[in-house]
Antibody
C-alpha cells in the first residue's frame, strides 16, 4: 500500500525547535519530489516547502513565511522526509502534512499535483 | 506574488450540479488541480492537470481551466460530497505552490 506516515508533532514554546518526520512506503520514494503543507486550526492549506529528487540535486524551495527558519531534508535510503523547524512562532501552530508530488507524465514536474498525503501531525507553539 | 481566489462557500441541493471556481491571472496558462478535504481528514486529490481524474474518483467530478478561471464541477451532487475544496497551481516565477483559500460545499 502506498502510504505516508507523519510524526514528531507536539507542544513547543515560542522560539523553540521541533523536527517532523514522514515515513514513506509502497513506492519508490527517491523518484519523487516531496513537500510539506500545513493547515492552521480552522484555516486553509498553506504550502511550506519542497525538496526535489537526487536527479535534481535535492534542491529545496520554501514559502516566504518559513524561509530561514525551516529546513527540509530527505534520506532516500530510509524513504523518509524531514522538516526541521527552528525559531518557532505562535503562528506556526498547525497540522503539518507531508505530500508526494505525483509523476503523471513519466518524470517529476514542478506543477504536478499532490497525489498522496500523510495523515498529518499537530504542532502547537505556545507558552 | 501569484494568487488564486475561490468563493468561501457554495450551496447545492442533492442531485443538482455544483460549480466551484478558482480565479487567477492567466490561470489557464498553467495546470490547476483540486483537492477535497472532509473534517478531520487529509486532503484527497480529485482533479489533476486541469481535467484528469485519479483512479477511484467518481465520474461526477469534472473540471476545466481556461482564461483566468478554473472550474470544478460536481454533477448529481451527493451528501458525501459535502467538504472543503481547494484549488492549487504552481507559481513558476517564484517557484512555489499556490493554494486557493478553499470553498466549503454545503449539500442541503
Amino acid at each position: 500500500e502506498v502510504q505516508l506516515v507523519d510524526s514528531g508533532g507536539g507542544l513547543v514554546q515560542p522560539g523553540g525547535s521541533l523536527r517532523l518526520s514522514c515515513a514513506a512506503s509502497g513506492f519508490t520514494f527517491s523518484d519523487h519530489y516531496m513537500d510539506w503543507v500545513r493547515q492552521a486550526p480552522g484555516k486553509g492549506l498553506e504550502w511550506v516547502g519542497r525538496t526535489r529528487n537526487k536527479a535534481n540535486s535535492y534542491t529545496t524551495e520554501y514559502a516566504a513565511s518559513v524561509k530561514g527558519r525551516f529546513t527540509i531534508s530527505r534520506d532516500d535510503s530510509k524513504s523518509s522526509l524531514y522538516l526541521q523547524m527552528n525559531s518557532l512562532k505562535t503562528e506556526d501552530t498547525a497540522v503539518y502534512y507531508c505530500a508526494r508530488v505525483g509523476i503523471f507524465t513519466g518524470y517529476p514536474a514542478e506543477d504536478d499535483a499532490f497525489d498522496i498525503w500523510g495523515q498529518g501531525t499537530m504542532v502547537t507553539v505556545s507558552s | 506574488s501569484y494568487e488564486v481566489t475561490q468563493p468561501p462557500s457554495v450551496s447545492v441541493s442533492p442531485g443538482q450540479t455544483a460549480s466551484i471556481t478558482c480565479s487567477g491571472d492567466k490561470l489557464g496558462d498553467r495546470f490547476a488541480c483540486w483537492y477535497q478535504q472532509k473534517p478531520g481528514q487529509s486532503p484527497v486529490l480529485v482533479i489533476y492537470q486541469d481535467t484528469k481524474r485519479p483512479s477511484g474518483i467518481p465520474e461526477r467530478f469534472s473540471a476545466s481551466n481556461s482564461g483566468n478561471t478554473a472550474t470544478l464541477t460536481i454533477s448529481g451532487t451527493q451528501a458525501m460530497d459535502e467538504a472543503d475544496y481547494y484549488c492549487q497551481t504552481w507559481d513558476n516565477r517564484q517557484s512555489k505552490v499556490v493554494f486557493g483559500g478553499g470553498t466549503k460545499l454545503t449539500v442541503l
